[in-house]
């Protein structure tokens, strides 16, 4: 059971280029999150889904697209990188069901510098 | 500003004893709080979690408590063991959201053997 995979696992970029950061999950979660985590700083959601053709900005999303045409894959892109998107990026996905709270799943993170 | 604080960015713990780390929040609306354990290059992974009705919540060695008059919680981690050396994250969420959370800092907690 893969759970959420995230790639590429690193990555350097230069100021101006654009990437698309993966994310999969193979627990068949309805929701499904972006977060970046700078250095000494906790998780900020950047966008989220709650279902294919869903999306929503989240506390971060300047500088970020998303995309959720299907259940599994969530893709962030960035379009104009710049140094202030260094940082490590994680998707996370969770089944909101009846029950309304339910732990997130964490990918292992993708480490993005951008020069 | 911060609606979800973790005053300690590190604790020290000797294996065997008690790890207490704290979490402070600033919005009344969160009612449902989480503790998420993180290791290095790896995603964080769920611990335990409180609903606000109530004041304790226990799953084997961790147990977290909730003053929500003090908007207050704290995880408790008894007896200590080497393998908890992590950092550990406080999230909260706010009722009828989209369960989005709110992140701490993170306390980085050492339990030396």
């Known amino acids: 059971n893969a759970g959420v995979t995230q790639t590429p696992k690193f990555r350097i970029l230069k100021i101006g280029q654009s990437m698309t950061l993966q994310c999969t999950q193979d627990m068949n979660h309805n929701y499904m999150y972006w977060y970046r985590q700078d250095p000494g700083m906790g998780l900020k959601l950047i966008y989220y889904?709650?279902?294919?053709?869903?999306?929503d900005k989240g506390e971060v999303p300047n500088g970020y697209n998303v995309s959720r045409s299907t259940t599994e894959d969530f893709p962030l892109r960035l379009e104009l990188a710049a140094p202030s998107q260094t940082s490590v990026y994680f998707c996370a996905s969770r089944y909101r069901g009846q029950a309304l709270n339910s732990p997130l799943h964490f990918g292992n993170g993708t480490r993005l510098t951008v020069t | 500003d911060q609606q979800v604080k973790q005053n300690s960015p590190s604790l020290s713990v000797q294996e065997g004893r008690i790890s207490i780390l704290n979490c402070d929040y600033t919005?009344?609306?969160?009612?449902?709080f989480l503790w998420y354990k993180k290791y290095p290059a790896e995603g964080p992974t769920f611990l335990i979690s409180?609903?606000?009705?109530?004041d304790k919540n226990e799953d084997g060695r961790f147990t977290v408590f909730l003053n929500k008059s003090a908007k207050h919680l704290s995880l408790h981690i008894v007896p200590s063991q080497p393998g908890d050396s992590a950092v550990y994250f406080c999230?909260?969420?706010?009722?009828?959201?989209?369960?989005?959370?709110?992140f701490g800092k993170g306390t980085k907690l050492s339990v030396k053997p």
């Open positions: 919005n009344s609306m969160f009612d449902y």
């Open positions: 409180i609903s606000s009705i109530k």
């Open positions: 889904s709650v279902g294919a053709g869903i999306t």
């Open positions: 999230a909260a969420t706010p009722g009828g959201s989209q369960g989005n959370l709110i």
